[in-house]
């Protein structure tokens, strides 16, 4: 199957394309490099022996989706490429909406144009309300409080609305939990430009000396330990889980939504003790106060993947220290 997979440099992108041909399946990656670097390609051909076909390019240009779907004959699509920083979206919105919104309509256009009308999409657990109790499941009523999660209810709106209105349409939305840790092998991780907002790439920023210490912001949330508690999946786990859903949706109709996470939560502490062992010492930290639009504890139940296409995360937050710091040992300033 030969499958269009719009930001396949990116973090996620990129490691799904790894697995889409160790499967046998022929990624096209399209991607605007706007956080990416050309270079992922080598690591993806080191790691699999095979480069994928590569287009730079904007998923809101739709002459250029039409041309690649119909000269590579594409049968699906997995649309990863977006914008995804959540502090940036509510300074700039119209950014989000137009890269992550329109982007989205501009491709399924194209797709419908082309007949290729298998998609799968990067939904996020941030469209959920922080109303319920975890774990959270695909029931749990969708309130996102900024933009960028604004940006993808919106979109898995959209592909229930178009998938209503034909049946021949596979919609797939799968919803992440937090994607962390790296390729086993170190070729291939996380490379965020500028200081890291997020746990893991912080961590890994301090392990190699790039930054001071961990701020720990709040330890006065209603957890085992005070600080805020997260479901941390494995990016090669989350690699899996698409080309598992593809698989199963792919020749199926309708919209189908789905968590992938690991149903466990972990605290910010845990993950400081995990990452301290991974590196082999005592990472620095210092207790902040909480961030502002945080909140204390959720992570997913993903019974319903594991219950539809038999997918599971199997691997532990260990191997997301260790492979994370084999990955930013190897490449202390990301990809070249
Ligand atoms: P990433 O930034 O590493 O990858 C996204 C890729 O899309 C980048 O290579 C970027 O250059 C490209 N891109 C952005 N806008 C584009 C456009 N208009 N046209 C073409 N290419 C464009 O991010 P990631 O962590 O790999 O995330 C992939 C997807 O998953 C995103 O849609 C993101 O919102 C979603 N997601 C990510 C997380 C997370 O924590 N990483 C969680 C939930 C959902
Ligand atoms: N966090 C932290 N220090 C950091 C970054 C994050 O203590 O430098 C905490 C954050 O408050 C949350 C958890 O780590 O409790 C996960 O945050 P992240 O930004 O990685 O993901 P989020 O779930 O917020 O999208």
Redesign the pocket.
Known sequence: MKILV?????????HTCVQLIEKGWQPVI???????KISVLDRIQQITGTRPTFIE????NADLLQKVLTEHAIEAVI??????SVGESVNLPLKYYD??VH?SVVLIQAMKQCHVKTLVF?????VYGDASEPPWNEQVPTAPTNP?GQS?LMVDQIMADVSISDAAWSMTSL?????VGAHPSGLMG??PQGVPN?LMPFLAQVAVGRREALQVFGNDYPTPDGTGVRDYIHVTDLASGHVAALGYAHGRSGHFIFNLGSGQGISVLQMHHAFSAACGRALPFVLSPRRPGDIAAYWADPEHAQRTFNWEAKKSIDDMCQDTWRWQSQNPNGYP
Do not use: C, Q
């Open positions: 719009t930001g396949g440099t990116g973090y996620i992108g990129s399209i991607d605007s490099l706007v956080n990416s390019g904007d998923v809101r649309h990863f490429a977006g914008l995804k890269n992550n982007g990067s939904s996020s657990a941030t960028y993808k919803r992440y939990f937090n994607p996380e490379d997020n």
